[in-house]
């Protein structure tokens, strides 16, 4: 019978199946970060359960940690305790851990693929929800809570219900200056933030596969936005290509046989999707969100929408609310909004080819003086492949603030926050109320539409420059 | 995990949709490495303002949620299903739960009850026109009871099963081990491992 990419993998990874049961279904490889994994540890401990496998394992230092001085102790002692308990329990179990100062120290979802670790065909888990990135290569990633976490440690497997799978073809080339977030924005948008709930999203078309393996992963990112369980992208000749420099890429005899069962991994030509959705790429536009949840966006050219024109009830008193939150008023042009603070980077917009894009719209430029931005590299490695490239130089000249490697702005939680009724353009995934920082206000943007506000002060994108 | 047959107690409407995991604990909450003590930030930035459902004293005490459409959106963190349960509620009801979350609380003993919105609307009105209202979460005869109204609800066998008997998926598993061992022996070599490291 013919199967979606999303199926193969499934099949491929299946333990156990029983009627009446969920499947019980085999993890490739698990990350971990400090903010859910210490209660998992515990549990095991209490158990007196050990990790089946350490070395399908990994984990790294990201959401908690500071961006300055991480050469100093991390000044909150809850944060660092947090810190500590991963290295110690790291330590205790045999882990491979990437600290703060480390090289391959980062936000967990750049560390695995620029490792190499995220490869085609795998499942891969992580108590975190944007571990959906990794499906960029073609894997079946999704993010999972604490009591999951202990359950993969413990078993290296999850019982798990398979997911409907759900179609979203792009077709098409991008205008200038529309990238891959544009694309997921835009998406979003359009299917809501429940639109993909109990799916598997599987990107296709000629506009992904015309992106690079960042854009992919920028695309991928998002999905768990859309309300989807993961996001996929078919791997190809960009993915293995991507895949072969990288440290732990197979080698020799058995690089050959993963590129040949890579190469299988494609939805069947007359595979059958629960759904389906097209978009044209010509349509597409610089996209940036006016309110607190990821759906609520518009492109750049649009006004503030006026809530008294949304025929759903429930959709009219969450746009009422999110204006309220935002301070926004109905009707004005997206582009007149001024905004405080620039922060690129995140799992969503942290890759190199991110802080490339960004650098060469605001090289030899001057930042508007009315705002601050944080550039925050997506881990360690990045940082100094950026600094290699001289693109450290290009966002200081500007008058930016070059950062040591984390999740930083992106979630409100280590020492880079909004203050309340700061307004930022943020090229991290979520908006919420208070997301960034109690009492913040967060657009979301692509790399590009960041810098250009950089330079201008409201919204803006390159073409307005 | 303690078992989950049947709930009796009052409950709290909250008339909002797309009720993030953000808005439901804030990160810089989840700083902690235990799994209590997260009731302080429960709905953190909303319980500031005293017009906020929770701060109503009419709701004080109440054990089980009712919120709008899309609730637990978001992050994945298990800290919200510790918060809502470390505050004391036992179930929470709405038309649609994110996929994260509804796993996380079915892991965890929080019943996540889907009704149609009407029958959300319905409960609304109900509690909010006598807070004292007595609602029965019955997960043996799956359905939600409160007044003369009775609205059934869904849940498949297993994990139904699973939560009456207070049972911990972990030793589930660990009774198959040996389909887990014979899965692992015929993995591709070509699969990476983290161990050794290589940069």
Redesign the interface.
């Known amino acids: 019978m013919s199967k979606t990419l999303a199926e193969k993998i499934w099949a491929d990874h299946v ?2 199946s029983a009627e ?3 499947d ?1 279904v ?1 993890i ?2 698990h990350l971990i970060h400090e ?2 994994s ?2 998992a540890f ?1 549990g095991l401990r209490l ?1 007196g ?1 050990q990790v ?1 496998r ?5 984990a790294t230092e990201d ?2 940690t500071p961006t300055l001085n991480i050469n100093l102790p991390i000044a ?1 002692p ?2 660092k ?2 810190v500590d ?1 991963l290295r110690q329990n790291a330590a205790e179990f045999g882990i ?1 851990i990437h600290s703060l100062g480390d ?2 120290q980062g936000i967990v979802h750049v560390v695995g693929p620029q ?3 995220t ?1 085609p065909g ?1 499942t891969i888990v992580c ?3 944007h571990t959906s990135t990794h499906g960029a290569f073609g894997a079946l990633a ?7 976490v ?2 993969v440690l ?4 999850l ?1 798990l ?1 398979r ?1 409907k799978t759900m179609a979203i073809n792009v077709d098409g080339v991008l205008p200038e200056g529309v990238t891959a977030k544009d694309v997921i924005l835009a998406i979003i948008a359009k299917i809501g ?2 639109g993909g ?2 799916y598997v999203i599987e990107y296709r078309g000629s506009t992904i596969r015309a992106l690079s393996m960042e854009g992919r992963m920028t695309i991928c990112n998002m999905s ?2 859309a ?1 989807a ?1 993961a996001g996929l992208i078919a791997p190809d000749e960009t993915t293995f290509e991507y895949v072969k420099s990288k ?2 890429a ?1 080698q020799g005899a ?2 050959d ?2 590129v040949e ?1 890579w190469k299988t991994l494609q939805s069947d030509a007359d595979a059958k999707f629960d759904v389906e959705i097209s978009f044209k790429a010509e349509e597409l536009a610089p996209f940036v969100t006016w309110g607190t ?1 990821p759906g609520q966006g518009l492109p750049l050219n649009a006004s503030v929408p006026n809530p008294a024109e949304i025929a759903d009830v ?1 959709e009219r ?2 746009a009422e ?1 999110a204006l309220t939150y935002m301070g926004l008023e109905a009707g004005v042009p997206l582009k007149s909004i001024k905004v405080d603070t620039i922060f690129l980077g995140s799992c969503t917009n942290g890759r190199i080819e991110d802080l490339r894009a960004a650098a060469a719209v605001l090289k030899g430029k001057k930042k508007a003086d009315s705002v601050r931005m944080l550039v925050v590299p997506g881990s360690a490695r990045v940082r100094l492949q950026a600094e290699q490239e001289g693109l450290d130089k290009v966002f200081i000249d500007f008058g930016a603030e070059w950062r040591n490697a984390g999740c930083s702005m992106c ?3 280590n020492p880079d926050q909004l203050a309340v009724g700061e307004r930022s353009a943020s090229t991290s995934n ?1 908006n ?4 960034q920082g ?1 009492g913040g206000r967060t657009h979301l943007v692509s790399p590009l539409v960041a810098a250009a506000t950089a330079i201008r002060g409201t919204l803006s994108s390159p073409a307005d420059l | 995990m303690e078992k989950f047959i049947t709930h009796t107690g009052t409950a709290v409407p909250l008339r909002r949709s797309n009720v993030d995991t953000d808005q439901i604990i804030p990160a810089v909450y989840l700083k902690r490495v235990t799994k209590s003590g997260f009731e302080d930030g429960l709905f953190a930035a909303w319980r500031n303002d005293p017009e906020f459902v929770l701060n109503q004293p009419q709701y004080q005490g109440a054990t089980v949620l009712v919120a709008g459409v899309d609730f637990g959106t978001g992050s994945s963190r298990e800290h919200a299903v510790w918060a809502l349960q470390n505050y004391g509620f036992k179930a929470v009801i709405s038309s649609r739960f994110a996929d994260i979350f509804r796993g996380n609380s079915l892991k965890g003993g929080l019943l996540t009850v889907i009704l149609p919105q009407e029958n959300v609307e319905k409960i609304w009105d109900l509690i909010e026109a006598d807070p004292t209202t007595s609602i029965t979460v019955d997960l043996e005869a799956k359905n939600v009871r409160l007044g003369s109204e009775v609205f059934p609800f869904e849940l498949d066998d297993y994990t139904r099963w699973r939560l009456m008997e207070g049972l911990d998926d972990i030793g589930l598993t660990l009774k198959n081990i040996d389909a887990v061992s014979a899965y692992e022996s015929a993995r591709p070599a070509y699969k990476p491992k983290t161990l050794p490291a290589r940069s």
């Open positions: 333990v156990r009446g049961e969920p019980l085999y490739d490889l903010v859910t210490a209660q515990d158990a359960r089946r350490p070395d399908l394992t990994i959401h908690n909150d809850v944060s305790l947090q308990t491979r090289a391959e490792l190499g670790i490869q795998m108590g975190d929800s999704f993010g999972i809570g604490t009591s999951e202990e359950h413990a078993t290296q497997t019982p219900v997911p933030t429940g709930q109990g768990i936005e309300g369980r440290p732990h197979p058995d690089w046989a993963a069962y949840n429930e008193g969450a609310r979630l409100g939680m979520r919420f109320e208070g997301r109690k």
